[in-house]
């Protein structure tokens, strides 16, 4: 069974900035995208940002220019760096790992931005 080890949740104060990672609990061979989703309360559960397997990055037009996701293929880890967090950036942090005909969700992490 795998599972998705997330980290680096936590309180911020506005304009402050936090790094998340996710990794499987188990070595993966292959791994097509990877991602971060977040959901606060009361609202759906929405993308925040993707990377394939080549590099290329999806953002959320929210976070844009503020957030930037990376992976690293030999660790089979993935990373979300949250520059100038916003009160509205609240919510719970899911990470999204796909390997061929697979698809797994981390248990999420809290990010909370408040003064």
């Known amino acids: 069974q795998v599972r998705l080890v997330e980290s680096g949740g936590g309180l911020v104060q506005p304009g402050g900035s936090l790094r998340l990672s996710c990794a499987p609990s188990?070595?993966?061979?292959?791994?097509?995208?990877m991602g971060w989703y977040r959901q606060a309360p009361g609202k759906e559960r929405e993308l925040v940002a993707a990377?394939?397997?080549?590099?290329?990055?999806n953002y959320a037009n929210s976070v844009k220019g503020r957030f930037t996701i990376s992976r690293d293929n030999a660790k089979n880890t993935v990373y979300l760096q949250m520059n100038f967090l916003k009160p509205e950036d609240t919510a719970r942090y899911y990470c999204?790992?796909?390997?061929?005909?697979?698809?797994?969700w981390g248990q999420g992490t809290q990010v909370t931005v408040s003064s």
């Open positions: 188990i070595m993966l061979f292959s791994i097509n995208a």
């Open positions: 990377i394939s397997s080549g590099g290329s990055t």
């Open positions: 999204n790992v796909r390997p061929p005909n697979f698809n797994y």
